[in-house]
């Protein structure tokens, strides 16, 4: 099987690309990437005006199976991850139950196997149950099939204890994802402690909390030497925290999510749920930093956080509901107004979105390189949608991005050189 | 009075103009005549029904409510939430489609959640009024205030207005440095540092760190309630300690004009946010408000029924 992509504009930041070039696809590889290509028994795709890309990586969606299909599932979530333009997602172990061992691990896989649309990098636990107690077997989950570890959604409590995951991580190889969170500072929170906090009369959770908790994770990766990657940084005291850290030589990396870059704690004062969000929405102040910290590096990574809630989670009293909201379908679009703003280019967009999270996740991808797999993004940078609950292949609907005017949209998903997804 | 009130809920002070406010203590104003009646009814709302949702305990705002809607002859519903099927897992919005189903034509809701009003006003085809929705507003208790403030002051703008006591945990404080900000007057805030953040400035309060400076010649020096209930910790280290540092008494009250009006929402922990000799002092106003109350929930409900310029 042959794909022949002709005249898109090739955007590769691994190989430094950025012109209008022919791709050719066989046997699930990338084997050729030149001027003009001509392939006898090829399908042929017409590329032109559309940017091509190595495919996008999410590094953290909830795919919610096992135990809460209703709100998602591995087959609805990898439909709307190829939809969006990834080819591969990493999926956060707070199932239920959590994937802690190593047979939920390979559950997953098989799962995904099953749904044959993007490839799913399972997380696995940091600690049995995500109790926070006592480490899960990192080997044994590897062998099944975890490329990292998290506790996310819930930070590990103890210093003492994500120091140890740190270092038993070295064996291995695998990354360590953290969710930056001070509990005692933020527990019973529901939006930013300030502006949002005082207007909406709603107990805040504080940016310091989340700087906290960054501060000692980075002070571990100093300590242990080991590779900590902060997840969906939210404020303005957790990117200069990452800035210093980086500066001097830690090995920390870290992530933020579209709705950091494109809301504020504003989203919020109408008391909609679907802008209910942990870490949550915060200042115009810390958006902006976010924003410039993925021009500058110091964020490495746009992954979505993608968490979906159906409406039994959503539609009832803000204190009530479910913290989180759908991303896998709308991060391309806002990611792209950035590049409109110039905050960034085409290139470090396509570093954010694929380039990084291979290299973070160490999986393959991110990369057009001849003999990698077959895995491309094709999308218009250009063509204007707007948002409906009926153009959502995720199973649930909860986004605060209903009924947005959006630029930019994928047209062509394939994965280990299959078309998974099409909307040419 | 021409005016025309078109807001089919009242949610919160912010979303009232001053125009707003003006209009609903002047329809209340009118409306407190027929209070003092021999038979203190009109027939006005007769054949609606008002629904009471009172998830939270209520004295004086529940009573209130239910003596405007009568003397306005409409029909009560009173559902609490205890010995209801919430306690049977029951959601909020299905108990509310559920009496709506039966005929209600508004609600009148207090919950313990911030913008459980909001949610059923956004869900329900009938009239919403919150009657108080936890940290967040207390919009009938502020215009209750308003109006007592107005009948003896003369005026709302002007005024130097001192909220004492647990400003983050009040719903009331909220309200109240919204509507007299919008009226015009200054609202000063004070009381243990744990429970008065930085952010009310955001909403146009003055925060002080020292009681004495709120209280410093106010107008207007309203007391809170020291919420014990509301609380996962102590965020004050002992009554004793609050009552000597923070509580209102004769002494501290000197430092506000003369003709200071002394004002509560209720219920009051005597001898802690008040000290027992203000009880019988000439410029405590409190059961004032509480019967400028049902006058003001009378126009309240008046106004949203749309008998708008009687």
Redesign the interface.
């Known amino acids: 099987m042959k794909l022949l992509l002709r005249g898109g504009r090739v955007v590769d930041p691994s190989q430094g690309i950025d012109r209008v070039l022919d791709l050719l696809l066989e046997d699930g590889k990338i084997v050729a990437l030149e001027g003009r290509i001509e392939a006898a028994g090829a399908e042929v795709i017409d590329c032109q005006g559309l940017i091509v890309s190595p495919g996008f990586i999410d590094m953290h969606v909830h795919l919610r199976e096992p135990g809460e299909e209703w709100k998602e599932t591995i087959e609805t979530g990898t439909q709307a991850a190829v939809a969006g333009g990834f080819t591969a997602v990493a999926c956060m172990p707070n199932t239920k139950p959590p994937n802690d061992n190593a047979e939920i691990t390979r559950f997953i896989l098989e799962k995904a196997a099953r749904a044959g649309l993007a490839r799913v990098y399972p997380v696995a636990c940091i600690t049995k149950g995500q109790q926070g107690q006592e480490l899960t077997e990192f080997g044994d989950l590897q062998a099944a099939g975890a490329r990292a570890l998290s506790d996310d959604g819930r930070p590990v409590p103890e210093a003492a204890l994500m120091r140890l995951a740190l270092e038993y991580a070295k064996n291995f190889d695998l990354p360590i994802i953290s969710h930056a969170e001070e509990l005692s500072l933020s527990e019973g929170g529901h939006v930013n402690e300030g502006l949002a906090s005082a207007t909406l009369g709603l107990r805040g959770i504080p940016s310091q909390g989340e700087a906290v908790a960054i501060f000692r994770e980075v002070m571990l990766a100093e300590l242990t030497r080991s590779p900590v990657h902060i997840a969906h940084v939210s404020t303005k005291a957790g990117v200069e925290i990452i800035r210093a850290a980086k500066a001097k030589g830690l090995p920390v990396t870290a992530e933020t999510a579209p709705h950091y870059f494109t809301l504020t704690e504003a989203a919020t004062f109408g008391y909609d749920t679907n802008a209910k969000v942990n870490p949550p929405l915060r200042s115009e102040e810390d958006r902006r930093a976010v924003e410039a910290a993925l021009g500058e590096g110091v964020i490495d990574v746009i992954a979505t956080d993608h968490a979906p809630h159906s409406e039994l989670e959503k539609v009832c009293e803000f204190e009530k509901a479910a913290f989180g909201l759908i991303g896998l379908e709308t991060a391309l679009p806002l990611a792209l107004r950035l590049v409109e703003r110039g905050v960034i280019d085409l290139s470090r967009l396509v570093t954010l979105l694929s380039v990084n999270p291979a290299r973070i996740l160490k999986v393959p991808g991110g990369t057009l390189k001849l003999g990698s797999p077959a895995d491309v993004t094709v999308f218009d940078p250009e063509e204007r949608w707007v948002l409906s609950p009926e153009d959502i292949h995720s199973k649930s609907k909860n986004s605060p991005f209903l009924g947005w005017e959006l630029r930019g949209r994928a047209k062509l998903t394939i994965v280990g050189g299959r078309k998974v997804f099409s909307r040419l | 009075m021409e005016v025309s009130f078109t807001h089919r809920h009242l949610l919160d002070i912010s979303s009232l103009s001053a125009e707003d406010i003006d209009y609903i203590l002047h329809t209340a104003q009118n409306l407190k005549e027929v209070l003092s009646r021999p038979i203190p009814k009109v027939p006005t709302l007769r054949g609606k029904l008002v629904t009471h949702l009172f998830f939270e305990a209520s004295t004086r705002t529940r009573l209130s409510f239910e003596k405007a809607a009568k003397a306005l002859s409409a029909d009560v519903f009173n559902f609490t939430a205890r010995m209801s099927s919430v306690e049977k897992g029951e959601?909020?919005?299905d108990t509310v489609l559920n009496l709506e189903a039966m005929g209600t034509h508004l609600f009148v809701i207090r919950?313990p959640?911030?913008?459980?009003p909001?949610?059923i006003a956004r869900h329900t085809k009938a009239r919403v009024i919150n009657a108080g929705?936890?940290?967040?507003?207390h919009p009938t208790q502020a215009l209750l205030d308003m109006l007592t403030v107005k009948e003896k002051k003369g005026t709302l703008s002007g005024l130097k207005v001192a909220i004492i006591g647990d400003i983050r945990h009040s719903?009331v404080a909220?309200s109240n440095i919204v509507g007299f900000r919008k009226m015009g007057s200054e609202v000063y805030v004070s009381g243990p540092a744990t429970m008065l953040?930085p952010?009310?400035e955001?909403?146009g309060a003055r925060v002080c760190y020292r009681v004495e400076e709120a209280l410093e010649g106010a107008d207007v020096v309203m007391a809170l309630r020291v919420q014990k209930e509301r609380h996962?910790r102590k965020l004050f280290p002992s009554l004793r300690e609050y009552a000597r540092v923070f509580g209102l008494n004769a002494r501290r009250l000197a430092l506000a004009k003369e003709d200071c009006l002394l004002m509560h929402p209720g219920p009051i922990n005597w001898g802690v946010e008040l000290s027992p000799e203000l009880q019988h002092d000439p410029r405590n106003v409190i059961l004032e408000q509480v019967t400028n109350g049902v006058a003001v929930r009378m126009a309240l409900l008046v106004l949203l029924f749309g008998g708008g310029s009687s």
């Open positions: 959601t909020l919005l919950h959640m911030a913008g459980a909001h949610f929705d936890g940290f967040h507003a719903r909220h953040p952010e009310q955001a909403l996962g």
